[in-house]
Structures are given as C-alpha cells and as structure tokens.
C-alpha cells in the first residue's frame, strides 16, 4: 500500500509541479519571441524534478524500502548543468534560426 501511495505522489508531484513550472517557462518564451524548441523547456524541468526528488523529495514519502539513496554528487551537477542549457536553448535557437533564414 505505501509503495502505491508513494506512486500515487510522484505523479502529483511530476504532474503538477511540472505542469505549472513549464506553464510559466513557456509563458516566457513566448513573451520573448520564442516560436520553435519550446518543448525543450518541459524536458528541462522533468529533469530538475527527478533531481530534486532524487535528492530530497525520497526522504519525506511514504515508502521506506531499500534503494533510497541520493544521486551522485556528479550526477546531480550534469543533470542540472544540462537542464540549465535546455532551458537556455529555445531562446538561443530561436535568434540563431532568426539569424541565418
């Protein structure tokens, strides 16, 4: 039952923390211009919310089985080192497509 539950918060967390965040990343983009690559935004944030699960969120749920254990240190930076440039990407692509049309 608690892994269920534990399951059951996960997609609440992804579903709704990543649905308002990416509203907002993609209110931003548009605001400044950005027609094209703006999926990359959404990935960006699933990647931040699996890091941040990962590293604090699996700590405070309901399951309290074997596997729970931080991402490496190094993990942890590339991954948000990476989201980092996904979320900067749209905007980058968009004036370099701009650029050379």
Known sequence: MRVLLEL????????????IISTI???IYI???????????PIAILLLLFVWYRNKL???GWYSGKGKEKLPKAASQILILFSLLLLC??????VMQMIFQ
């Open 31 to 41: 605001n400044i211009g950005v027609n094209q690559y703006g999926w990359l935004g």
């Open 89 to 94: 990407a749209p905007p980058v692509l968009s």
């Open 25 to 27: 990343v993609n209110g």
């Open 58 to 60: 699996q700590f405070s």
């Open 8 to 19: 059951i918060r996960i997609f609440l967390i992804f579903g709704i923390a990543g649905t």
